[in-house]
């Protein structure tokens, strides 16, 4: 009877000293994840690519869509040059197809000569707040981009 007892009192406890395995950022860098900027929401789309062993990682170096708080701003501008445009294909696509229209005014593209594909995120005075290269950006996160940082 005593050892009944002893088992009910000790088994409790060591279950509760078990402790879940966390990844600190480090490794989750080696694993390929930005802590800083990965958000949970793209964790679910790795088994779109067949990557479901990554998922649980993924989702222990992410940052929940509630927490990743970020100013929006009313007007973005998106400077290209028309002479260096066929370099960046995607940005291209966006630029020909008018895909700027789908924002209701908040989008506009600009050609400024001799420039990289850029985003200038503007305040309600129009003075340019912060200016991001999307060079490299195809039309997919562009459009999240904007969706997600204009008011």
């Known amino acids: 009877m005593w050892v009944l007892v002893l088992l009910v009192t000790l088994i409790p406890t060591s279950f509760c000293q078990l402790e879940e395995y966390k990844i600190d950022v480090d490794e989750c860098k080696a694993a390929g994840f930005n802590p800083e900027t990965l958000k949970c929401g793209l964790c679910d789309r790795l088994s779109d690519y067949h990557l479901e062993t990554l998922i649980s990682d993924c989702q222990q170096c992410c940052i929940k869509e509630e ?85």
């Open 67 to 151: 927490e990743f708080k970020h100013e929006k701003y009313p007007i973005a501008i998106l400077e290209v040059c028309e002479c260096n445009l066929a370099r960046f294909p995607q940005v291209q696509a966006f630029v020909h197809k008018d895909m700027a229209q789908q924002f209701g005014g908040k989008v506009r593209v600009k050609h400024v000569r001799g420039v990289r594909p850029q985003v200038a995120l503007k305040d309600a005075e129009f003075k340019t707040k912060e200016v991001l290269s999307v060079e490299k950006w195809d039309t997919d996160t562009l459009i999240d981009f904007f969706n997600q940082w204009l008011e």
